[in-house]
């Protein structure tokens, strides 16, 4: 099951890079591919030492002490033992009633938050689920992809308002024209990245549920995570916008699957799926 996750996952990330290049080709030429590809590896190089700090930061997070937080540090660090990492997250607390969680850095660095109500109002299996849905993002390096695809995306909607504009100056000075297609591809660029970066979010999300009940060994605490977060965010969006809000936004616009349709998967897996990670036995 991971595999086809996986694979996937290269397509649109190759979708998304085809579309990058292209707005590139269309504005300097074959050099314009190379210019976006020095641009999109300078960004990877330097986003993911600048992210972590600057989100945590953000979110106002709080470090959990390893002797304050004993039994969420163990839960961690055994079942990043279990995922391979090279080294466990350090781990931080949100301050904030919502039921949340993130995960953040690298393998080398890794990092986990987690919010005052998840904490508080989850069960330790439930914890634990949700713990190793993080940790699968780390393994499966999904902050990696998370980065690529957010500077291509970016870059992509650069050279589409660059493309945009010098139709404009072109039409405006009579010097020359773009071509319909050029100007519909710099229109349209934008939208198409969007929705592919929305596809790759659940692409990963589905395959981090399936890699965190291979490093819990059953699906029951994830799946009642889940449950308890989708039923916190829907409060959530009556109090802030009812009567406003009727219904869910469309699957295709949505950043995580739909929770019923998560569960139904989680509820699918063979026993076979429960095997921990090749090389790793399972333990703690």
Same mark, same amino acid.
């Given at each position: 099951? %991971? ?22 080709? /269309?504005?300097?030429?074959?050099? =314009?591919?190379?210019? *976006? ?8 190089? @330097? @986003?993911? %030492? ?9 979110? =106002? ?16 660090? &055994?079942?990043?033992? %279990? ?6 997250? &350090? ?5 904030? !009633? @919502? ?26 299996? &439930?914890?634990?689920?949700?713990? &190793? ?12 992809? %998370? ?14 308002? @660059? ?9 405006? +000075? ?5 071509? +319909? ?16 970066? /929305? ?10 549920? *399936? ?6 060994? !059953? *699906? ?40 019923? !349709? ?5 509820? *699918? ?11 790793? !036995?399972?333990?703690?």
């Amino acid at each position: 099951m %991971r595999r086809s996750y996986r694979a996937e996952a290269s397509a649109l990330i190759l979708a998304m890079a085809g579309i990058a290049a292209l707005c590139a080709w /269309l504005l300097w030429g074959p050099g =314009g591919i190379w210019i *976006a590809l020095g641009a999109i590896i300078i960004g990877y190089l @330097v @986003v993911p %030492r600048l992210a972590p700090a600057m989100t945590l930061q953000l979110f =106002g997070a709080i470090p959990m002490a390893p002797d304050l937080w004993p039994d969420e540090t163990a839960r961690v660090h &055994a079942l990043a033992a %279990r995922a391979g990492l090279p080294a466990a997250p &350090a781990l931080y607390r949100l301050p904030t !009633d @919502v039921g949340m969680a993130f995960s953040t850095g690298t393998t080398d660095t890794p990092v986990i938050a987690v919010s005052n109500g998840a904490l508080q109002r989850m069960s330790a299996a &439930a914890l634990t689920g949700l713990y &190793a849905h993080e940790i699968a993002h780390l393994a499966s390096g999904d902050i990696a992809l %998370r980065t690529i695809s957010e500077l291509m995306g970016r870059f992509t909607r650069v050279l589409s308002l @660059v493309g945009l504009f010098a139709a404009l100056w072109l039409s405006v +000075t009579g010097d020359s024209q773009l071509p +319909t297609g050029g100007i519909l591809i710099f229109a349209f660029a934008p939208t198409a990245i969007a929705l592919l970066q /929305l596809a790759l979010s659940r692409n990963r999300e589905y395959e981090a549920d *399936a890699f965190a009940v291979t490093l819990t060994g !059953d *699906a029951v605490g994830l799946v009642a995570a889940l449950r308890q977060l989708d039923d916190e965010q829907h409060s959530l969006l009556r109090r802030l916008f009812w009567p406003h809000a009727r219904g869910e936004a469309p699957i295709w616009l949505r950043t995580h699957p739909r929770t019923a !349709d998560r569960i139904a998967r989680l509820h *699918a897996l063979r026993p076979q799926d429960f095997a921990p990670p090749r090389g790793h !036995d399972g333990g703690a």
